[in-house]
């Protein structure tokens, strides 16, 4: 007879910095009662991973769900795979991060599974060809990826039901191929169909291996898959029908599977990942046209034909795409990079590492279906664990430079550091990129701006059932209704100390939009540090004259004081309005611990919109983080202040989140030839209480 066997791969994991009710919900919807089901078919076998941001979390608040993953884990049940510990793209980090990420993973499964690991699971199948020697440095034997991964090599889609060899100068890797036929017909279509896809690989010789490995989450927490996994039991089905069909049908492990079979061939696998992350990593536009390419091709019958030749962008363009995860990915690699100045003074302390390696955690580096960069909790937790990092890499001896290009995009930035207060600032055009306050972790201008996606069209087609079956890559689903209404695009980049010159019609509707319309054009700039500070010298075009902006940064202790001096250097008198911009981001634009105050009176929530006339002081309040932002203008100042909010996709359909606080004090202009303008702020940082 015929067989065939067939490794099930589940890969649970939650983002540094997720809610604890998330974590709760994942587990009770997900994580626990899937283990529950697996606990009455001793006769199946599987392969499970979880994250280490997850198991640090379950180690605390949800030691039942480890408890009777241990139980199986001893019963023989399930293979434990390992990975980076905290969910890093392994492509992103530098290679001893990647080893030591690996390594930190292996030594908890020792202690705690009392399981020696030797495969691995490869966050979001993002696959370099590099990778294979730290993989291999890091004592792993195999790791399992798409099959498509296989298929832009040319492969032949009938034969990869084995395992193959790579290798990088002379270190062997073995990679398992994951069946989307598999993946996607798990759980959304009906069991037997699953099992009518193994039928179609047994072979006499019974060596033919089919591999389904996915996140844990599709199986309770997607949109309708806890009815159908649990309610309807789809899992259960499943499993009594791999059972009754053992004759045929036998579920292994990665590691069984791998001590027992011989690899099918040597492969080399160029840069890839899964066929939907390489349209999410493009352009928006190029990702409109790839996606109505492949569903012309699909319409046509010819989608699987042509899978091969259909290719993408690779993962690391996330950092073109979107600049604010570049310089978050670039400040925690700086750091890593700089940790061999603590060889020589005792060495690397664990928990700076450790801190290090949570802010390498993927989640909030990229976008594609899921909310990701998108949702500010999770890049704030990776500025909490990097500015952590940073305190103990000071405090053990390490230097951090105060000018470097630490994004890589050819402009310098330089660091103003005090005891309670961080920022950086670009040398191109004297914009703040960040500002921290020290003593919370917390960076204060942590936000995203508004972009076009190219899902976007689609909002119009938005619903809010969420009982809708099937993928997660088709459903159009949205938590709110009117947000096409919402919908924005920045054509600038909304750093601090942004000059705007604009027209006394123009609204704070309009820079709340966007839709400024900014009569400067930026001829010159030349940006400086000296013994005070950063001094800045912008020369801009204003329609028919020309005007000179200087400012003079010093940063002492709490206080960021700036200066500016606004000259016209044109030969006709300007009549109109001057605003520097600043955008801070607190997270909680609707909570009621985080608010405004202007004049020192509160003024309502962080979302909230609003313009004021004969201001004389604007404050940020976060009462939660026990902090408050304070701007004071020496030259009482009109008010906008709107905020910023994005729609992005999530797995539960189309959301608004609050990004940041954007505050536009201006001044009027009525500078004839010659004259000037002198302003000063003060910002400051200080505890609430």
Not at 224 to 232: D, L, M, R, S
């Amino acid at each position: 007879m015929k067989q065939v066997q067939f490794i099930f791969g589940i890969h649970n994991h939650q983002p540094v910095g997720n809610f604890d009710d998330v974590f709760h919900d994942a587990c009770d919807r997900s994580y626990l009662p899937f283990l529950q089901v697996l606990e009455k078919f001793p006769d199946i076998s599987m392969a499970f991973h979880f994250s280490g941001s997850l198991i640090e979390w379950l180690e605390v608040h949800r030691p039942d769900v480890l408890t009777i993953f241990k139980k199986l884990v001893d019963r023989g049940n399930i293979e434990v795979l390992g990975g980076g510990f905290y969910e890093p793209i392994l492509a992103m980090i530098p290679e001893a991060d990647q080893v030591g990420q690996i390594k930190k993973m292996n030594d908890w499964s020792l202690q705690r599974m009392n399981y020696e690991i030797k495969g691995n699971w490869l966050t979001e199948r993002v696959w370099e060809p590099h990778l294979a020697k730290s993989l291999s440095k890091a004592e792993i034997e195999y790791m399992v990826v798409d099959d498509y991964h296989f298929l832009t090599t040319g492969a032949d889609p009938e034969n990869l039901n084995g395992y193959f060899y790579t290798e990088q100068e002379g270190r062997v890797l073995s990679v398992f191929p994951i069946s989307q036929k598999m993946r996607y017909a798990m759980p959304f279509e009906d069991p037997q169909v699953a099992i009518d896809i193994l039928r179609g690989y047994a072979t006499e010789d019974g060596d033919s291996l089919v591999v389904m490995a996915d996140d844990g989450e599709k199986f309770g927490i997607w949109p309708g898959t806890w009815e159908t996994v649990y309610n309807q039991k789809w899992l259960e089905r499943f499993f009594t029908l791999v059972s009754k069909n053992s004759d045929w049908l036998s579920t292994t492990t990665f590691k069984q599977y791998h001590s027992n079979h011989s690899p099918r061939d040597l492969v080399y696998i160029p840069t890839s990942s899964y066929f939907e992350m390489s349209q999410w990593t493009l352009p928006t536009e190029l990702g409109r046209q790839m996606d109505q390419f492949v569903h012309d091709l699909e319409n046509q019958g010819r989608g699987d034909e042509t899978r091969p030749f259909i290719k993408g962008g690779m993962w690391r363009n996330f950092f073109t795409k979107y600049p604010e995860s570049n310089w978050m990915q670039k400040r925690v690699q700086f750091l890593s990079l700089n940790l061999d100045q603590l060889e020589s003074k005792g060495g690397t302390p664990t928990q700076l590492r450790d801190d290090l390696y949570r802010a390498q955690c993927n989640c909030a580096y990229w976008h594609g279906v899921f909310g990701g960069l998108y949702l500010p909790h999770l890049r704030h937790a990776i500025y909490e664990h990097l500015l952590k990092a940073e305190e103990k890499f000071l405090l053990s001896g390490g230097s951090l430079p105060g000018l470097a290009d630490l994004d890589s995009d050819g402009v310098d930035e330089y660091r103003l550091r005090s005891d309670n207060v961080q920022l950086f600032i670009s040398a191109d055009k004297g914009h703040i990129k960040e500002i921290d306050w020290l003593p919370a972790h917390f960076n204060v201008t942590n936000y995203l701006q508004r972009y076009s996606e190219h899902y976007h069209e689609k909002l119009a087609l938005a619903n809010n059932d969420q009982n809708t079956n099937g993928s997660i890559h088709d459903i159009v689903l949205t938590k709110e209704e009117g947000l096409e209404k919402k919908l924005f695009v920045d054509y600038y980049r909304r750093h601090g100390l942004i000059d705007h010159v604009f027209d006394h019609n123009q609204s704070q509707e309009m820079h709340y939009q966007g839709k400024l319309d900014d009569k400067l054009s930026l001829q010159s700039s030349q940006v400086q540090q000296d013994e005070a500070g950063v001094h800045i010298l912008s020369g801009y075009q204003a329609e028919e004259s020309q005007l000179q902006i200087e400012k003079k940064v010093e940063l002492h202790h709490n206080d960021l004081i700036v200066k500016i001096n606004i000259s016209n250097a044109g030969e006709t008198t300007l009549n109109q309005l001057y605003g520097v911009e600043m955008n801070f981001g607190l997270l909680g634009g609707d909570s009621p611990d985080r608010y405004y105050q202007v004049n020192k009176v509160k003024v309502g929530p962080l979302n909230s919109h609003g313009q004021h006339g004969d201001v004389e002081s604007v404050s940020l309040v976060n009462e939660w983080d026990n902090f408050r932002i304070n701007l004071d203008f020496g030259t009482e100042c009109q008010l906008w202040r709107s905020p910023i909010e994005t729609i992005s996709m999530s797995e539960a359909g189309f959301e608004r989140v609050y990004q940041a606080s954007a505050l536009l004090p201006h001044w009027k202009l009525d500078l004839k030839p010659g004259a000037s303008l002198e302003l000063e702020l003060l910002l400051s940082i200080n505890n609430f209480k």
